[in-house]
């Protein structure tokens, strides 16, 4: 009999205590076909808790093979979604209709697909820190985990992340089939038109072929950003201005190819006019004030070149054109010194281009300082082995050495 005023609690055998299980341990054990399925299931949970991906995946797949259950779907997921295979993971849910029968499928799947998006955005942090080499490996990861992530392959390109070799081993080598299936050959081919042309003008060439014959997308703003880029290496200005001069206004790729072949020529009317309208247009971009700077190199306004290519900077750190151009305004007033800092720092931006250290070594040479001039000429040409301008640059230093036999 229970005294006045106290609750009366149920027994602990009323109770039915277990201890909690892990997440993909909350399925319903029944069903099991073979004590063969329930080994496999142990193994594979032992392998899993003792950190082996492989044996977890050898033993989740032979245990999926002979059941095909939810439970065992879900473990093999999560397995390939530990090791950084997102791709896997989302395609093995969605091809066994797990997402409608299990609330932890649908989570899993869900952060599958945003593993590449979290990729990208923490690389953009880490470029907003100036840790340009995280920043690099986070963009590398996220086209790993979807190759379809367009934006993080703009971004190793537009901010010249990677060495030409290194480029093309990278883009070459991403996994295609497993993310595009038929589409494999459409995307390779599609990306290799955004990569460094000195050294792979041929494959250039055959890839711009199919892309405009056999994919029919001649009229795509990047084929014929290719095309304009292409030009712009060999050389032909005016076969590249035709190109810019058909572009969409506000497709800003196209803009540090199109003003060199307006500087090369020496088209000043058109170099202002083209400056005036992005500057009234897109007064928020890098690129425009880029060009106002271009406008005042070349009639050789240094000081307010470099206030304008300052102001494109400042939008954008990263940007390598205006940089090069800030450098290339010192150098014109013969401010050899401070034209080399200001390479140096588009180095350390955009560590897989090959030019800043191209112009640093020319610095060294109008300074007579042969020496390093060579060092930086080497360095240069580790990053890029074919670009003709360094190699004229080559042959410059071997002219003022003296060294009349060196190819």
């Known amino acids: ?188 081919t599609l990306y290799m038109l955004k990569l460094k042309r000195f050294s792979h003008l041929n494959e250039i060439v055959d890839a711009q072929k199919r892309a405009e014959e056999e994919y029919k997308a001649g009229r795509s703003l990047d084929v014929l950003h290719s095309q304009a880029e292409t030009f712009l290496a060999e050389g032909k200005f005016e076969q590249c201005l035709d190109i810019c001069t058909e572009r969409d206004p506000f497709y800003t790729n196209y803009i540090p190819a199109y003003v060199a072949c307006l500087y090369e020529l020496g088209r000043k009317v058109e170099l202002y006019e083209i400056a005036q309208e992005l500057v009234d247009r897109l007064n928020d971009k890098a690129v425009s004030w880029y060009v106002v700077g271009m406008y005042y190199l070349f009639v050789k306004k240094h000081q307010e070149a470099r206030r304008y290519f300052t102001q494109s900077t400042t939008i954008d750190r990263n940007f390598e054109p205006a940089w090069l151009g800030y450098g290339h305004a010192l150098a014109a007033e013969k401010d050899c010194d401070q034209a080399i800092n200001a390479y140096l720092s588009c180095c350390k931006l955009n560590p897989g281009s090959h030019l800043p250290y191209m112009y640093i070594a020319m610095q060294y040479m109008e300074q007579s300082n042969m020496e390093l001039a060579k060092e930086y000429l080497v360095k240069s040409m580790a990053k890029c082995s074919t670009d003709p301008f360094l190699l004229n640059e080559f042959g410059v230093y071997h002219y003022k050495m003296g060294e009349y036999d060196q190819n």
Request: aromatic share 12%; proline share 4%; glycine share 4%.
């Open 1 to 188: 009999m229970r005294e006045p005023g106290l609750l009366s609690w149920p027994s602990p055998a009323q109770y039915n205590f277990r201890t909690p299980r892990p997440l993909r341990q909350r399925f319903s054990d029944a069903g099991l076909d073979t004590l063969r399925d329930v080994r496999l299931r142990n193994l594979r949970d032992e392998a899993d808790h003792l950190h082996l991906p492989k044996a977890a995946a050898f033993f989740g797949d032979l245990s999926m093979a002979i059941s095909d259950e939810v439970e065992n779907v879900y473990a093999l997921a999560q397995t390939y979604y530990q090791t950084q295979q997102y791709e896997r993971a989302l395609d093995l849910l969605n091809k066994k209709d797990t997402l409608i029968k299990s609330v932890e499928c649908r989570y899993l799947a869900g952060i599958c697909a945003l593993e590449s998006a979290m990729c990208y955005v923490r690389g953009h942090a880490y470029l907003q820190l100036h840790e340009v080499q995280k920043a690099k490996n986070c963009f590398k990861e996220a086209l790993t985990v979807d190759v379809k992530c367009y934006d993080a392959l703009e971004a190793l390109i537009q901010f010249n992340m990677l060495e030409e070799a290194d480029e093309w081993s990278f883009v070459s080598t991403l996994p295609y089939r497993e993310h595009c299936g038929e589409d494999m050959e459409f995307f390779r």
